[in-house]
């Protein structure tokens, strides 16, 4: 056999901190051969990354070492030539393209001028680099290339951005293209364009696809073969049906154990009266209507999921509620008493009672509080929930209770994992004895298996505190295995609402459909049934139009 | 934009006319300037009659609003030393500190930049250590001490450089000089710390996929990015000399605004304290647009 393309042999990195050095990855090796396309699989931290910053010499040298190993393309050791020499593969024959592409474009530059940078400085003119970078747009799907050309990556949409950084990187048909987590931050349906972009690019180009993911989802979707790595080592490698069908490695079959979309369903809707109302409830930001009228009821003791993509006005309800932000009209009774009329006083006293847990702990905890001011400090503004005397053992108490231990209480939020922060943030919530809890995209942000083990803790305490969730989300899968009925929301409307079982499993709504065949899921076999029903409505849908 | 043009001229007035009002009445606090030009032995009569000749026998608020009058016609009164209008003394010596401040900042901006890109991409590097030695030595030199040692070092010492006055280009090496320090030791510490963030983003790290080679990284895809923070420091800097450098123009017997300001609250020159704050005041705010205009030239983001 030939050699391959780009083989990474026996690579370590180190990276020196100041806690001392860190082994970002251990002894890693992979290979890719033109129309290869190949995932690299990983949790935060576990070094999925680093091996592909290695081949573009990304990686800062002070702090960053190569301990070991070599990379080969075609067949000559890169780490051995000048920069110069690096420079010229990079972006010609191996190209990249990375997670939220808005602060990867640069923003004070038009989009036309970055694309055909790429090409100028390896030596293509710039008229001929215009021209090109015109019929490069068009072909990741940008409408009118000419315009478009000459704005700016802020006056684009997420998905459009991570078309436009494909455009820059395909531009001088690389042989390699590497994608980093490329559509992470995306919508599910966004997500499924892109993908398929990818794809479509790398079969007429023949290049080698390295993709880069935390995501069982779309390794399903796109990879061949897949490597799986843990704590900088690659535990697994295979094809990608292989690895999900039959994992060797104990992590493997965690990561694939804690894959959501895959556990129970919740049986039927609840007939509990409702504790929340929403009625016809708005909200205006000056001429753009971010709700348009909704309404609906939030039953006692039930997980309400409200899905959605970034400006549906999922989380403009969840603001509202809370007085984050005033409602332009409606109503929301709690208690028979309408929470947007209620003067500053009588709403500090029922504040108490429905709780949020925000999607970043990083943020939306204070980096100066120990975690003992944090819990407590809610007690200090409601008097009478716990005596000062108490407030110690009520911590203690609430942080064993979301998993956490006493030790725990004089730490500062940095000292944790982001898991961590948000079982911090969930014990907040909690010390108010709240009987609503908004969780606002409350486990986005945390690996599979974290997610899982929040999702856990959630339902746990929801039985023993009898609590009522307001879930919002994007995720479907965790919504599946999470929720009792759930709100599909699009452009400010409540498209659909029901039953966990009835929306998942018989949608009405287009919309709907649609949001469940983009959805990914981690069985590649599944996937693929659900890739060719995709592809089938988008013919339809095409001929229909 | 032209929207912001007009708010800006509006508040700017609106400032303008609050400096007046505050300028002209603590400038009478510093005595009555007929003490001072008459000799000690003048006639009753003779400071009555110069008094009158100055509108200084009037009421205060009378002066005041008469002078006010005056203004809307763009007439700022004459100056009582120098018996010439009042805005022509002044518009000679800011032209003066006009010439010194752009070409002292033009030079401190394209060094300061220049130094600090390239400290900031070589951390600790031979260019990152000039970097400090500079900052320390901006923050912490006072600018009398140096204008003096200067002078003695060069002018008296190797007899290179002229002591004071203008003249030849030769006049104008000293006091630039001296002015650089301070505000190149600052803006330096602005470009540096502002370069760090920008070369540690994203867009960095997409740019070096590419293949950019370092000096365009720096220089195109990092500065442009790091301008905005530099640009507000090199305002202010650019503002204070505008001010006029009081004591190195003194120092320097250099006929700059600074200078006259002095000069004039010493000699009670009222109507030349008044038309030298204002002239400084309108040139500031000017200065102010301008700079907000280049934010947005800088960044597409800002619009206005």
Redesign the interface.
């Given at each position: 056999m030939a050699d391959p393309l780009l083989e990474v042999r026996n690579l370590s990195v180190t990276f020196d901190t100041a806690r001392g050095p860190v082994h970002a990855v251990k002894h890693v090796s992979w290979a890719v051969n033109r129309g290869d396309v190949l995932a690299i699989l990983g949790e935060s931290g576990s070094g999925k990354s680093v091996s592909s910053s290695a081949v573009l010499d990304l990686i800062d040298m002070p702090p960053g070492r190569i301990d070991s190993g070599e990379i080969l393309f075609e067949g000559r050791n890169i780490l051995e030539m000048s920069a110069a020499e690096r420079r010229g593969l990079n972006g010609k024959r191996i190209a990249m393209i990375f997670q939220d592409p808005l602060s990867h474009l640069n923003p004070v530059y038009r989009v036309g001028w970055q694309i055909e940078e790429t090409m100028a400085i390896h030596g293509t003119a710039r008229a001929e680099a215009k021209a090109e970078t015109l019929r490069l747009l068009a072909k990741v799907g940008i409408p009118d290339p000419q315009a478009a050309a000459e704005k700016y990556p802020h006056q684009f949409s997420g998905g459009q951005r991570q078309r436009l950084m494909i455009a820059m990187a395909l531009a001088l048909k690389p042989d390699v293209l590497i994608a980093d987590e490329p559509t992470t931050a995306l919508d599910v349906t966004v997500q499924a364009q892109i993908l398929g972009l990818l794809e479509e690019l790398q079969k007429e180009t023949g290049m080698a696809l390295v993709i880069i993911t935390h995501d069982l989802g779309v390794v399903a979707e796109i990879a061949h073969r897949v490597v799986v790595m843990s704590k900088g080592e690659i535990v697994e490698a295979g094809t990608a049906a292989e690895v999900y069908r039959n994992p060797q490695h104990p992590y493997t079959k965690r990561l694939i154990g804690a894959a959501p979309g895959k556990g129970e369903i919740h049986p039927d809707e609840l007939d509990t009266p409702p504790i929340l109302a929403l009625q016809n409830v708005s909200k205006q930001y000056g001429a753009f209507t971010a709700l348009h009228g909704i309404s609906y009821e939030l039953r006692e003791g039930e997980t309400l999921a409200i899905v959605g993509e970034s400006g549906s006005g999922k989380s403009t309800t969840a603001r509202l509620l809370l007085r984050l932000e005033e409602a332009s009209g409606g109503r929301a009774l709690y208690q028979g008493r309408d929470l947007f009329a209620m003067s500053p006083k009588e709403l500090h006293g029922l504040r108490r009672d429905i709780q949020m847990v925000f999607q970043d702990p990083t943020q939306s905890l204070n980096p100066r509080m120990t975690v003992f001011q944090l819990v407590s400090e809610g007690w200090a503004i409601h008097p009478g929930i716990v005596e000062k005397s108490r407030w110690k053992a009520r911590v203690a108490e609430l942080l064993r209770e979301v998993g956490l231990s006493e030790e725990h209480m004089h730490r500062h939020p940095h000292q944790f994992s982001g898991g961590q922060r948000q079982r911090i943030a969930i014990a907040r919530a909690l010390a108010l004895e709240p009987r609503i809890i908004v969780c606002d995209e409350a486990v986005s942000a945390l690996d599979v298996q974290v997610q899982a083990q929040v999702i856990e803790l959630l339902d746990r305490l929801k039985a023993a505190h009898g609590l009522s969730y307001i879930f919002i989300a994007h995720d479907l899968p965790v919504v599946r295995d999470f929720a009792d009925r759930v709100i599909v929301m699009q452009g400010g409307r409540i498209v659909e609402q029901g039953g966990v079982r009835q929306i998942f499993d018989a949608p009405r709504e287009e919309y709907t459909r649609n949001l469940l065949a983009a959805s990914l899921d981690p069985d590649p076999e599944i996937q693929a049934r659900r890739r060719a029903e995709r592809l089938e409505r988008q013919k339809l849908a095409g001929e229909a139009a | 934009m032209q929207r912001f043009l007009a708010k800006r001229a509006v508040s700017s007035g609106v400032s303008l006319i609050l400096l007046v009002i505050a300028v002209f009445f603590l400038s009478r606090l510093t005595g009555d300037p007929t003490d001072l030009y008459l000799p000690i032995d003048a006639s009753q009569e003779a400071r009555e009659n110069f008094r009158a000749l100055h509108g200084l026998d009037q009421p205060l608020i009378v002066q005041f609003f008469s002078y006010l009058g005056d203004l809307v016609r763009l007439d700022f009164g004459e100056s009582i030393r120098r018996a010439r209008p009042a805005l022509e003394v002044v518009t000679e010596a800011f032209a003066w500190t006009l010439q010194l401040a752009v070409i002292t900042m033009a030079i401190v901006s394209g060094a300061a930049i220049t130094l600090g890109s390239l400290a900031a991409f070589n951390l600790g590097g031979i260019f990152d250590r000039i970097a400090t030695f500079f900052s320390l030595i901006g923050a912490s030199a006072p600018d009398f001490w140096v204008a003096i040692v200067a002078i003695v070092v060069f002018s008296v010492g190797f007899g290179w450089l002229p002591t004071s006055g203008t003249g030849t280009v030769w006049h104008w090496i000293l006091p630039i000089a001296v002015l650089f320090i301070r505000p190149f030791g600052l803006i330096l510490q602005v470009v540096r710390g502002s370069m760090i963030t920008a070369l540690g983003?994203?867009?960095v790290?997409?740019?070096?996929?590419?293949?950019?080679?370092p000096r365009?990284t720096i220089f195109v895809?990092a500065l442009?990015?790091a301008m905005l923070p530099v640009l507000t420091v090199i305002g202010d800097q650019a503002a204070a000399l505008l001010n006029g450098a009081v004591v190195v123009e003194t120092i320097f017997g250099f006929p700059g605004i600074g200078k006259l300001m002095i000069d004039s609250i010493l000699q009670r020159d009222f109507s030349v304290v008044l038309a030298s704050i204002m002239v400084t005041a309108f040139a500031i705010f000017l200065m102010n647009i301008l700079i907000d205009l280049a934010y947005a030239a800088?960044?597409?983001?800002i619009r206005y």
């Open positions: - | 983003s994203a867009y790290k997409t740019a070096r996929a590419k293949g950019v080679g365009a895809h442009r990015n800088l960044d597409p983001r």
